[in-house]
């Protein structure tokens, strides 16, 4: 079995405590029932498992949401209450405009809010473009009406359990962070090449078996047992 770094034909090597990369896993075809499927409808259905397993920014969303609405309702009842002759006051304009109008643009105070309303906005604008930390993994299908995604902590689990079949390795761990899995080998003995790379190549094997949407990098640390 041949990992990606064999065939880049640049030698793994494995230091103790140290991680090391290997390519990204999850390039290439569709893999369904032992057939690559390629082209549009491949394409097609990863775009629908990576929009369903999408996170929302529920809540975020729901803050802005209740705040815009409170802050709609109080200029809608200051104003019908004003046009009517009973204002309720419960924002005290008069004050407000004196102050504006006798603040200069060069105030600390004007100064300090206009910073913080300005960072509180683009606070709310990153929030809304960076995706979040999706709880699935997605995996093709080969098919945009069949999605199918794995808990992230079953995806390393699988990772971890794949390198404990290495001969030597007695545990084992895994954990994703966005598209890099790292993996945590406990071996008996201290070949760090030998098990680097037998543990890499069960990796990737996995990897391949599970055919994720999005390619991963792996990074294996190798210790030896005490």
Same mark, same amino acid.
């Given at each position: 079995?041949?990992?990606?770094? #064999? !065939?880049?034909?640049? $030698?793994?090597?494995?230091?103790? #405590?140290?991680?090391?990369?290997? =390519?990204?896993?999850?390039?290439? /075809?569709?893999?369904?029932? /032992?057939?690559?499927? *390629?082209?549009?409808?491949?394409?097609?259905?990863?775009?629908?498992?990576? @929009?369903?397993?999408? $996170?929302? !920014? *529920?809540?975020?969303?729901?803050?802005?949401?209740?705040?815009?609405?409170?802050? /709609?309702? &109080?200029?809608?009842?200051?104003? &019908?209450?004003?046009?009517?002759? @009973?204002?309720?006051?419960?924002?005290?304009?008069?004050?407000?405009?004196?102050?504006?109008?006798? *603040?200069?643009? %060069?105030? $600390?105070?004007?100064?300090?809010?206009?910073?913080?309303?300005?960072?509180?906005?683009?606070?709310?604008?990153?929030?809304?473009?960076? =995706?979040?930390? $999706?709880?699935? +993994?997605?995996?093709?299908?080969?098919?945009?009406?069949?999605?199918?995604?794995?808990?992230?902590?079953?995806?390393?689990?699988?990772?971890?359990?794949?390198?404990?079949?290495? =001969?030597?390795?007695?545990?084992?761990?895994?954990?994703?962070?966005? %598209?890099?899995?790292?993996?945590?080998?406990?071996?008996?003995?201290?070949?760090?090449?030998?098990?680097?790379?037998?543990?890499?190549?069960?990796?990737?094997? !996995?990897?391949?078996?599970? %055919?994720? &949407?999005? =390619?991963?990098?792996?990074? +294996? %640390? +190798?210790?030896? @047992?005490?």
């Amino acid at each position: 079995m041949s990992t990606g770094a #064999d !065939r880049a034909g640049k $030698p793994v090597t494995s230091l103790a #405590d140290e991680a090391t990369d290997a =390519p990204l896993a999850g390039e290439g /075809g569709w893999m369904t029932d /032992g057939r690559t499927v *390629t082209g549009a409808s491949g394409r097609a259905a990863d775009r629908a498992a990576l @929009r369903a397993f999408r $996170p929302r !920014r *529920t809540v975020p969303a729901v803050v802005v949401a209740a705040l815009l609405t409170v802050l /709609g309702a &109080v200029v809608a009842a200051e104003t &019908v209450s004003a046009l009517a002759g @009973r204002p309720l006051r419960w924002v005290p304009l008069d004050r407000l405009l004196i102050w504006a109008a006798s *603040t200069p643009w %060069n105030d $600390p105070l004007f100064l300090l809010g206009t910073a913080l309303v300005t960072l509180i906005g683009l606070a709310l604008v990153v929030t809304a473009l960076v =995706p979040g930390r $999706p709880r699935f +993994v997605p995996v093709r299908t080969g098919d945009a009406d069949l999605i199918i995604g794995m808990r992230r902590k079953s995806f390393a689990r699988a990772l971890a359990h794949a390198a404990e079949g290495v =001969p030597g390795v007695h545990s084992a761990r895994a954990s994703v962070h966005g %598209n890099t899995a790292a993996v945590t080998a406990t071996t008996s003995g201290w070949d760090r090449e030998r098990f680097g790379e037998a543990v890499r190549a069960m990796v990737l094997s !996995r990897l391949a078996a599970l %055919n994720p &949407v999005e =390619p991963y990098q792996v990074k +294996v %640390n +190798v210790r030896e @047992r005490k």
